[in-house]
T-cell receptor, first 115, second 112 residues
Framework: DAEITQSPRHKITETGRQVTLACHQTWNHNNMFWYRQDLGHGLRLIHYSYGVQDTNKGEVSDGYSVSRSNTEDLPLTLESAASSQTSVYFC??????????????FGPGTRLLVL | GENVEQHPSTLSVQEGDSAVIKCTYSDSASNYFPWYKQELGKRPQLIID?????GEKKDQRIAVTLNKTAKHFSLHITETQPEDSAVYFCAVRKYNFNKFYFGSGTKLNVKP
């Protein structure tokens, strides 16, 4: 079955280290998104991509980067991890407007702890 | 951008009662309004959605209503059950954009 996966599911790292969170979807969706979820803040958009080689900044993009070299993957990199980046990270994907199933589908999430 | 406000932030109801969660948005160009349910430790999952050309949509015990003039939409859950306890998020997407704007979430507690 088509799905969206994230790895690792849990990660502990130290401040200053570079960390990459993986997101992989097998639906062939053009649109992919990264959110962070913190208590009291709901889902906040970090970066998003509408297709290969396309990346855009969301509302909380400082300290994060993404790259889109193929349709299936959108890895999220924390350049130099900070304690403020301790959070739960969700990847999502969608087909886009006009499609029968146009909503976003979320991955299972990655819990990141920065010490 | 788009400003989505969701109320209430917490809601406690007795099993069997109804629950209503409301979201308002700012951009009249928004045309797609999904609702997500997130159980503790799980991913958000779509439970119902509505497009701007429809005023109401039902799926068993859940329904969504949309008032385009007032720019608000609501989630209605009837005959609530303990398994309805979760955090519910509304979202809004504008016409010709693929980015979603989320509300801040409502924690629903259904007391048995």
């Amino acid at each position: 079955d088509a799905e969206i996966t994230q790895s690792p599911r849990h990660k502990i790292t130290e401040t200053g280290r570079q960390v990459t969170l993986a997101c992989h979807q097998t639906w062939n969706h053009n649109n992919m998104f990264w959110y962070r979820q913190d208590l009291g803040h709901g889902l906040r958009l970090i970066h998003y991509s509408y297709g290969v080689q396309d990346t855009n900044k969301g509302e909380v993009s400082d300290g994060y980067s993404v790259s889109r070299s193929n349709t299936e993957d959108l890895p999220l990199t924390l350049e130099s991890a900070a304690s403020s980046q301790t959070s739960v990270y969700f990847c999502a994907s969608s087909v886009g407007q006009g499609a029968r199933q146009e909503t976003q589908y979320f991955g299972p999430g990655t819990r990141l702890l920065v010490l | 951008g788009e400003n989505v406000e969701q109320h209430p932030s917490t809601l406690s109801v007795q099993e069997g009662d109804s629950a209503v969660i409301k979201c308002t948005y700012s951009d009249s160009a928004s045309n797609y309004f999904p609702w997500y349910k997130q159980e503790l430790g799980k991913r958000p999952q779509l439970i119902i959605d509505i497009r701007s050309n429809v005023g109401e949509k039902k799926d068993q015990r859940i329904a969504v209503t949309l008032n385009k003039t007032a720019k608000h939409f609501s989630l209605h859950i009837t005959e609530t059950q303990p398994e309805d306890s979760a955090v519910y998020f509304c979202a809004v997407r504008k016409y010709n954009f693929n980015k979603f704007y989320f509300g801040s979430g409502t924690k629903l507690n259904v007391k048995p």
